[in-house]
């Protein structure tokens, strides 16, 4: 069952439609998009696998670039654009329903500033995912596309220098970087993601440019307390 959510934000209240037995906004999703760094010559932006919408509802808030999000649930999708009605955001949010590996039917090559994604953490396992519900299933697990696909798309996207921005699971760092070197895009800052000081890195926020130099920055740790799963 759907409901209506308000949740502030810069100073400013934003209203955002979910259904809690699917999958609820996480502090990922908050993580990432304060993670991103728009420029006043920014003017296109899309998220792939837009979810609920929440990432292109907050980074309305820090540009006045035009924001599109790519979903392949339609359901959700849905959600999304009942969120961003109820904004009054129209004019500068666009969701389109469709699967990101054939993302060239939707947009033209390399016509977007930056790309980011909260994409699935976990390749697909059958056995561990029999008892999930399937909105669930698509957001965690590798299902409708593996990590390669999902850069391969964000390469034919992004304008030679524009910026992708992710965040991902810790363990898959190494697979990650080498992926994103295949297909061009540069890691130039990372910050890893703690709950406190006692634990593990679980997650990482990356930037990577297309076609970068090849200078990395470590950023400062960054720690959280509590973070909501999916």
Not at 206 to 223: N, Q
Request: glycine share 4%.
């Amino acid at each position: 069952m759907e409901k209506l959510q308000q949740i502030t934000y810069q100073n400013q209240s934003i209203f955002i439609y979910e259904n809690p037995e699917w999958f609820t906004t996480t502090t990922d999703s908050v993580l990432l998009s304060e993670f991103i760094s728009v420029h006043l010559r920014d003017q296109k932006i899309i998220d792939l696998g837009s979810g609920v919408g929440i990432i292109p509802l907050l980074l309305a808030f820090q540009t006045k670039a035009q924001i599109y999000g790519l979903e392949i649930q339609r359901d959700v999708l849905e959600l999304s654009k009942k969120s961003v009605k109820i904004n009054h955001l129209e004019d500068q949010i666009h969701l389109i329903e469709g699967d990101i590996k054939e993302s060239m039917k939707y947009f033209k090559p390399e016509s977007f500033d930056i790309v980011l994604s909260n994409p699935p953490y976990f390749p697909y396992n059958e056995d561990k995912v029999t008892n999930e519900d399937l909105h669930k299933k698509y957001a965690r697990h590798e299902i409708t596309i593996t990590f390669e696909q999902l850069i391969m798309q964000v390469q034919k996207l992004l304008k030679p220098k524009g910026r992708f921005y992710m965040i991902h699971r810790t363990s898959r760092f190494i697979e990650i970087l080498e992926v994103l070197k295949q297909y061009q895009l540069e890691p130039k800052k990372i910050q890893l993601i703690y709950h406190n000081q006692e634990k593990e890195s679980e997650l990482f926020l990356l930037e990577a440019s297309k076609y970068g130099k090849k200078e990395l920055r470590i950023l400062p740790p960054l720690f959280i307390e509590e973070r909501k799963e999916l």
